[in-house]
């Protein structure tokens, strides 16, 4: 048996000798007018991102040997266009890229350092100009370092069907808490811990006419509901 397989070996190893031709190779890598080398770049998928800031950053891509195109390559050269999450990459033979793009969501507006700036889904803050503000139809977020903790708190809300879409400002505070203002003029005051529990009674209480005429719901203290 092991004297067959050397016999194998042999015969595989003398028919990739007799067919490997090195000046192909190269023909297929090197020549500037090969069949393969990239001639067009198409951009799909995308809403908020122009192509041509996309194709732009893949200038260098064309003319270069398909076969030899890593997705890593591309990644690499659009990793900072703004609302861009992630790519997918596909070649079609024998010269088209096919860049799929994936975008993130902006999500509100926060002020930093007197500053205005989107925070999108990537925990990305894109600065604006102060004078456009209004034109975004999004919520607010006040309070330092609250871009850390609003993807997470933001989730947390999700998670607990609170309703999302009424809010218009968050608020939070260094000790670890939220406000919530929503659009009706209601604030609820959540605490710094227990939260997961306070977030579904808040929801709970929405839902209460009886609550609907209150400007403030406090939730800060465990256990009890203070309102105003």
């Given at each position: 048996?092991?004297?067959f397989y050397?016999?194998?070996?042999?015969?595989?190893?003398?028919?990739?000798?007799?067919?490997?031709?090195?000046?192909?190779?190269e023909?297929?890598?090197?020549?500037?007018?090969?069949?393969?080398?990239?001639?067009?770049?198409?951009?799909?998928?995308?809403?908020?991102?122009?192509?041509?800031?996309?194709?732009?950053?893949?200038?260098?891509?064309?003319?270069?040997n398909?076969?030899?195109?890593?997705?890593?390559?591309?990644?690499?050269?659009?990793?900072?266009?703004?609302?861009?999450?992630?790519?997918?990459?596909?070649?079609?033979?024998?010269?088209?890229?096919?860049?799929?793009?994936?975008?993130?969501s902006?999500?509100?507006?926060?002020l930093?350092?007197?500053?205005y700036y989107?925070?999108?889904?990537?925990?990305?803050?894109?600065?604006?100009?102060?004078?456009?503000?209004?034109?975004?139809?999004?919520?607010?977020?006040?309070?330092?370092?609250?871009?850390?903790y609003?993807?997470n708190?933001?989730?947390?809300?999700?998670k607990?069907?609170?309703?999302?879409?009424?809010?218009?400002?968050?608020?939070?505070?260094?000790?670890?808490?939220?406000?919530?203002?929503?659009?009706?003029?209601?604030?609820?005051?959540?605490?710094?811990?227990?939260?997961?529990?306070?977030?579904?009674?808040?929801?709970?209480?929405?839902?209460?006419d009886?609550?609907?005429?209150?400007?403030?719901?406090?939730?800060?203290?465990?256990?009890?509901?203070?309102?105003?």
């Amino acid at each position: 048996m092991r004297k067959f397989y050397s016999i194998l070996l042999l015969l595989l190893t003398l028919i990739l000798l007799t067919t490997y031709n090195p000046s192909e190779m190269e023909l297929i890598s090197n020549q500037g007018n090969s069949l393969f080398d990239v001639k067009s770049i198409k951009i799909i998928n995308n809403e908020k991102i122009k192509p041509d800031v996309i194709e732009e950053k893949l200038k260098k891509i064309y003319g270069q040997n398909i076969f030899f195109i890593k997705t890593s390559e591309i990644e690499k050269v659009t990793r900072n266009i703004i609302y861009l999450q992630s790519i997918e990459v596909k070649k079609k033979y024998p010269n088209t890229l096919i860049v799929k793009v994936f975008e993130t969501s902006p999500l509100a507006i926060l002020l930093k350092n007197s500053e205005y700036y989107i925070l999108d889904s990537g925990a990305n803050l894109i600065l604006i100009n102060t004078d456009s503000v209004t034109n975004y139809n999004y919520p607010h977020i006040f309070g330092k370092n609250s871009e850390k903790y609003f993807l997470n708190f933001l989730q947390l809300l999700k998670k607990n069907n609170f309703p999302i879409i009424d809010i218009k400002s968050y608020y939070y505070f260094q000790i670890g808490r939220w406000d919530l203002q929503l659009k009706d003029g209601l604030l609820i005051r959540l605490p710094n811990n227990m939260i997961k529990n306070a977030i579904e009674k808040s929801v709970e209480l929405l839902n209460k006419d009886d609550f609907k005429n209150y400007e403030v719901i406090d939730l800060r203290i465990n256990g009890r509901i203070i309102v105003n």
